[in-house]
């Protein structure tokens, strides 16, 4: 079984520029969850999906973050503008189960390390 | 409000020697915790988990983890430390809505 991927490994772009990450979760898994890890600092929620719909995004920081998941598969957090404090590590994790999710098992990807210049 | 602390940003231990990784929680509620490891290059995998029952938990790779709750601490052990344990450990507590992480721990193992 494939694991959750995550496109690209890394990114380099300038300050104003517009930044595509992709993640390709778990083939059936319903929660798809997107964190961010600033260096040093911890591992961050951002937002969470059930299926296509926006379950929480409550830690999106602010409106340049817009994160979609047509079809409720691949999900796209772009970027725009990117600001010199969005570099960092994006990953996106994914689970399958539904109600509770308490005790989810959230799969991870390797990440997406972003550097604003 | 939720939080996860992991004391110790970097431990250097040699290989064979003992491992203790501290993690402490403050959620009002039952947690749910969990231990995951990140090697270069890869995605974070996840160790060991506990939500009810007995209060030491195994996981792969050798790893154990006792819950206590009068301290509030998760913390991971392993008696004989490998070369390829080298990485990085995070602990989170799962509320149900969002996982917590801690800032890791990063692991060099020493020959």
């Known amino acids: ?3 959750v991927t ?5 990114s ?4 104003g520029q517009t930044v595509t990450l992709r993640c390709d979760p778990i083939s059936g898994h319903d929660n798809l969850y997107w964190y961010r890890r600033v260096m040093g600092k911890e591992i961050k929620f951002l ?3 059930v299926k296509e719909s926006k379950q929480d995004e409550s830690g999106m920081p602010n409106n340049r973050f817009l994160a979609e998941r047509t079809g409720g598969t691949y999900s796209t ?3 725009q503008p990117a600001e010199l404090e969005d570099s960092g590590v994006y990953f996106c994790a994914s689970s399958h189960l539904r109600g509770s999710t308490s005790t989810d098992t959230q799969y991870f990807g390797p990440g997406t390390r ?3 210049l | 409000a939720q939080s996860v602390t992991q004391p110790d940003i970097h431990i250097t231990v ?3 020697a003992s491992l203790e990784l501290r993690c402490n929680y403050s959620y009002g509620a039952t947690p749910y915790l969990f231990w995951y490891v990140q090697s270069p290059g890869q995605g974070l995998q996840l160790l060991l988990k506990y939500f009810s029952g007995d209060t030491l ?3 792969i790779k050798g790893f154990e983890a006792e819950f206590k709750r009068s301290q509030s601490s998760f913390n991971l052990r392993k008696p004989s430390v490998h070369w390829s344990d080298a990485a990085e450990y995070f602990c989170a507590v799962n509320t149900g809505n969002q996982f917590y992480f801690g800032t890791g721990t990063s692991l060099t193992v020493i020959p």
């Open chain 2, 57 to 59: 938990v195994q996981g």
């Open chain 1, 114 to 116: 972003l550097t604003v």
């Open chain 1, 12 to 15: 380099v772009i300038e300050k």
């Open chain 2, 14 to 16: 040699s290989e064979g």
């Open chain 1, 77 to 79: 957090l772009k970027v």
């Open chain 1, 47 to 49: 937002l969470h999906f």
């Open chain 1, 6 to 10: 995550q496109f690209p490994s890394h």
């Open chain 1, 1 to 3: 079984e494939a694991g």
